[in-house]
């Protein structure tokens, strides 16, 4: 038949319920493999200990199929022995197993132990024990998931486009200027409502575009598929994370129903709840761009030239201690009817809502921030590698910061599906859906800095002629007698520890950071980012069986596609109008200024106010600028831990997992909760509203209009599949936003006091127009009847994302005060988007070998290669802004079209259950990647977020209603692919020029436990550990013994019960 061959003879099911018999070939190789993984699974084996010794067994009634579940031997297969239900995780597996060999492309799944319970915590936890595919985290939580390293990955919702709420969003300090973004958070997905993803590697033109790495679709039930009548099934559980602040346990919970109406009408509806506290240490050094390669002493006059040899010195590292508490509720409710025996359709709504609280606290280590130190102290040990990394030293600082900083986010979304396919058993089927996706992110967020060091501020004094001085608001603090705000203070130990330092204050300012005597709330400000993403998406495809074609089986297949997408994004600042306390309006240069304030601070004074002693026009807006009203009543009203001591919180065990000083003495983080509520509450005085950023709010609207046509031919008595056909996308794609003018017209009363709150922006649109032509080849032969070898070659592509697209050049400055004893604002970094970013465009090959015996087993290898033609990346660059000091140097971040690279490897994988209840899957993934990013050390870096190592192991137990199983993954260093970059720019202060650094991740693993027990079949109760370890992750600045970034999130538990009826 077919290709003139004979068909092979018909192939067991994957997993068969019967072991083989003794002699055969099956029972050699099985012997052999249990002797070489006996170790292995020997973890597991112990559990079997405390199993019941008969095998746990239910009575099964006769139902409709399900086609998720593993294939059932049949009692006359079974020859008279009990039947034994697989169930769990065994199962979940099993299924998987099964979808991988069943599918004509190269996919990975990951199905439902059961309704309502997915194997991990979340989506992405789930997809990271998957061959090939890795995971980002925050906080603890898995988020975005990469594709043998990519993560320009598009999700789908039962092949649909669909949207979370987490496209693209901010966090953090750096969010009130628009950075620290992040995208394609899988977190805000409710995995409990899900039955199952898959992963596919390999695209067939009828697939969606949009993944360069690959499509991970999320499959919600179908009540049609359960058997007749109704089935009720879910979870409860409490967790709880280490150190967690907020609440101690939290519940989780999750419910699915369905009702099968006589295979004709199926009603799903479903209900999750999830809540989660926990709490993060972290240190970060990205947040500040102003690092520096210091000088030696004697090559310059710098004043942080104190040792014989340059060493690098931060301008700050933050220690922060963050606590998040996360709220999500979902539901879900789908529709089944079978109108005839050929036309169905479906309709599907999942809704979501999720809210995200963070609180951090932030101690800002000071080295040399705005020219405030004085560096390393050359009467006491220090120690410094031949690269210049500090490893130990006092440093000498001239200011001491925290800060308060809280975000409170609320998002909504919701994804309608209504469709229909056609099929009276003839050559032809038709199928139709149309889909509409919508989604609203709203983030409030306020900070706070604390100042430590003296800071001075228009204070009464006698020998003023209008009665006011400029004196320090806690003059206990360390300060001395320096004119300016910061003085020559103090002193802290530091010690690198080469991942996390550690740092203690010294005498006489040991509790420094504690000390109520020298807590100054300083600058006070709040921020809201709204975005707003519409999808709609609609297509009809048609399969006819071409009967004239004799000698192969063949169906051929069309569609056409249509998606519109337009998201709405804006970034607003709350302005405070300082007009009752005299400001008012002025034009300077072309340039003309308003009323408002952004940044509530006590040393800030009005705009183009007289010196009562001088009678000189303020030149700059500081008490003790050149030229400003130091003799003038304040402004701002100041407040001190001592005169507001209801807004002091004293955070005690700050910074559990390290040595950043025992507690700290911040912003009461409760009362910021509600940011606006909060900041006006501190000044009533001054009415506000929220101040639209023109330069960092966008508009993106774009549209994409795709067809495709494929071929399928053979089938299973033709012992090949071969799929080829090709897809073409055309994109339309328009982003407005604005520009500042030539002559801008600010509402606040000075450019950096506003952060871009003009009232006349220009509008500028850049548009793109782009066809890709996407062709797809797929083929598999059946060599033997238990193997398969797979053979795939594809163009991809991946749309930019809307946040580097859209946003404008967002410059950050802060206060100085020690240039050239003047003070004023200094530009200190900036990033930025780029409205021309070409798509990710790839062309792809993909080989692979699948082995599949005995019961749940399988040996697999796949090898892949990619070659990228463009491929956007992030970098920090110096640049120069001009400031109130004629221009300052600092780094700018922003995405750039990138000259493209290549990615190649392979993957392993082996999967076994033994018939005593252990069992274990593994799988191993080595990428090796080039791309265009350089640094001032290399060449040519690997691809952002690519390990070059990645595995996986899964060992578990199941027997007797126990189950047991340890997971986990690890993967090896890689060039940073989060918000932070890939690069980061330093100035070397002896040649003034910058240096570019590489920013890499450092190695990751983590191991995950679950132990459970089910009484009934309808009850069972289950505990879950997830980082047992107490693992944390971190980046350096290339050199390993740098440290960069710092995440601790510790270890979490769950603790509950499962349970399920009817069915």
């Not at 997830?1026 to 350096?1036: C, G, H, R, V």
């Amino acid at each position: 038949m077919g290709c003139g061959r004979e068909p092979w003879p018909a192939a067991g099911p994957a997993h068969p319920r019967i072991p083989p018999r003794e002699g055969t070939r099956m029972y050699g190789e099985l012997k052999m493999l249990r002797r070489l993984l006996m170790g292995a699974a020997s973890c597991a084996a112990l559990a079997a200990t405390l199993a019941a010794p008969t095998a746990f067994a239910q009575s099964t009634q006769p139902a409709a199929p399900d086609p998720q579940a593993a294939p059932q031997a049949t009692p006359a297969e079974q020859g008279g022995v009990e039947e034994i239900i697989v169930t769990g995780f065994r199962k979940s597996l099993a299924d998987a197993l099964e979808n991988k060999r069943q599918s004509n492309l190269i996919i990975e799944s990951v199905t439902a132990e059961d309704m309502g319970k997915m194997p991990d915590q979340d989506i992405a936890e789930s997809l990271q024990r998957l061959s090939g595919v890795q995971i980002d985290r925050d906080n603890g939580q898995g988020t975005r998931v990469r594709i043998r390293g990519l993560s320009q990955n598009v999700t789908v919702l039962n092949d649909e486009p669909f949207l979370s709420g987490l496209e693209a969003y901010a966090s953090g300090e750096g969010s009130g200027g628009g950075g620290n973004t992040a995208t394609n958070s899988l977190e805000a997905i409710p995995s409990d409502l899900i039955a199952g993803v898959d992963v596919y590697k390999s695209p067939q033109a009828s697939l969606v575009e949009g993944g360069m790495g690959g499509i991970i679709n999320l499959k919600t039930r179908s009540a049609l598929d359960t058997p007749q009548g109704w089935t009720v099934g879910g979870n409860f559980r409490m967790t709880t994370g280490e150190h967690a602040r907020m609440e101690d346990w939290t519940p989780i919970g999750a419910i699915v129903g369905t009702y099968n109406f006589n295979n004709r009408i199926g009603i799903t509806a479903a209900f999750s709840y999830s809540e989660t506290d926990t709490h993060s240490d972290m240190m970060q050094g990205q947040n500040r761009s102003g690092w520096a390669i210091e000088p030696a002493a004697g090559t310059s006059s710098n004043p942080m030239a104190t040792i014989p040899q340059k060493y690098i010195s931060p301008e700050l590292l933050y220690f922060t201690d963050r606590d998040t508490d996360r709220t999500r509720i979902s539901g879900q409710l789908g529709i089944d009817y079978a109108v005839t025996d050929s036309l169905t359709l479906n309709a599907d709504w999942l809704h979501s809502t999720y809210d995200i609280l963070t609180q951090e606290a932030s101690n800002k280590l000071w080295f040399n921030s705005n020219g405030l130190g004085l560096g390393i102290d050359p009467s006491q040990p220090y120690s410094i590698d031949s690269n210049g990394v500090i490893k130990s030293a006092t440093i000498r600082a001239l200011g001491a910061e925290g800060d308060s900083d809280v975000q409170n986010v609320h998002l909504t979304a919701d994804n309608f599906h209504f469709g229909g396919k056609w099929d009276n058993g003839g050559p032809f089927r038709a199928k139709f859906k149309v889909a509409y996706a919508t989604s609203e992110y709203n983030s409030d967020s306020a900070q706070q800095d604390v100042e430590y060091s003296q800071y001075n501020a228009a204070q009464p004094c006698a020998t003023s002629p209008n009665g006011y001085c400029n004196a320090p608001l806690n003059p206990s603090a360390p300060g001395g007698s320096s004119p300016v705000s910061h003085g020559p203070a103090y002193s802290f130990n530091y010690v690198n520890n080469g991942t996390l330092p550690s740092v203690s204050y010294n005498a006489p300012y040991a509790d420094l950071i504690s000390n109520p005597n020298n807590a100054v709330f300083k600058s006070a400000w709040a921020w809201n980012i709204h975005s707003k993403d519409d999808l709609w998406s609609g297509h009809a495809d048609g399969e006819y069986d071409a009967d004239f074609i004799k000698a192969i089986k063949t169906t051929f297949t069309a569609g056409v596609r249509y998606t519109d997408d337009k998201i709405n994004y804006s970034l607003s600042h709350y302005e405070l109008d300082k007009s009752s306390a005299g400001q008012t309006g002025y034009c300077s240069n072309g340039t003309c200024y308003g009323t408002y304030g952004y940044y509530m601070d006590p040393a800030i004074l009005n705009e183009g106010m007289t010196n009562a002693a001088t009678g000189a026009t303020a030149g700059g807006n500081f008490v003790g600028a050149s030229g400003a009203p130091s003799q003038t009543p304040p402004v701002i009203p100041a407040q001190t831990a001592l005169s507001a001591p209801n807004r002091a919180q004293l955070v005690k065990n700050f910074f559990p997992t390290g040595n950043a000083g025992s507690s700290i003495l911040v912003q009461n983080l409760s009362q910021m909760q509600n940011p606006v509520q909060w900041l006006q509450g501190n000044f009533p005085q001054f009415p506000g509203k929220m101040v639209r950023d023109p330069i960092n709010s966008f508009v993106i609207e774009s549209q994409r209009v795709s067809g495709y046509a494929m071929a399928d031919m053979g089938s299973k008595e033709d012992r090949f599949h071969l799929n080829i056909g090709a897809r073409i996308v055309d994109t339309v794609q328009k982003v407005t936003a604005g520009a500042l003018p030539a002559n801008p017209i600010y509402i606040s009363d000075e450019s950096w006091d506003g952060s871009n709150a003009i009232t006349n922006p220009d509008v500028v649109t850049a548009e793109r127009h782009y066809t890709d032509i996407l062709p797809s080849m797929n083929l598999v032969l059946d060599v033997a009847p238990d193997q398969k070898v797979r053979f795939s070659a594809a163009r991809v592509m991946s749309p930019p994302s809307p946040y580097d697209l859209g946003r404008g050049a967002q410059y950050n400055f802060t206060r100085e005060t020690n240039t050239a004893g003047k003070q004023g604002f200094a530009f200190v970094g900036g990033s930025g988007g780029n409205p021309n970013l070409d798509p990710f465009r790839a062309t792809q090959i993909d080989i692979g070998y699948e082995w599949y015996f005995g019961e749940q087993g399988a040996l697999t290898f796949g090898g892949f290669y990619k070659s990228i033609d463009t491929f956007i990346q992030t970098q920090t660059t110096s640049i120069t802004v001009m400031d109130d000091f004629g221009g300052s140097t600092a780094g700018f971040t922003a995405p750039s079209n990138g000259a493209g690279g290549s990615i190649k490897g392979f993957e392993i994988g082996a999967q076994y259950a033994f018939d005593f209840g252990v069992g274990f899957n593994a799988n191993y993934t080595y990428s090796l990647s080039t791309s265009s990013t350089h640094t001032d050390f290399a060449q040519d870096l690997p691809i952002p977020g690519v390990s070059l190592h990645a595995l996986t192991a899964q060992t578990y137990y199941q027997k007797g209603g126990l189950e047991a199983r340890l997971s986990y993954s690890w993967r090896s260093s890689a060039v940073n692919g989060d918000a932070i970059g890939s690069t980061f720019a330093i100035l070397d202060a002896t040649t003034n020029k910058s240096v570019t650094y590489g920013v890499f991740s450092r190695p990751y693993g983590q191991l995950d436990a679950q132990i459970a027990y089910q009484f009934t079949p309808e009850f069972g109760i289950t505990f879950e550990a997830i980082n047992l370890t107490d693992e944390s992750q971190e980046t350096y600045l290339q050199f390993k013994n740098q440290p960069f970034t710092y995440v601790n999130a510790g270890r979490r538990f769950m603790l509950g019960g499962r349970f399920k009826f009817g069915g």
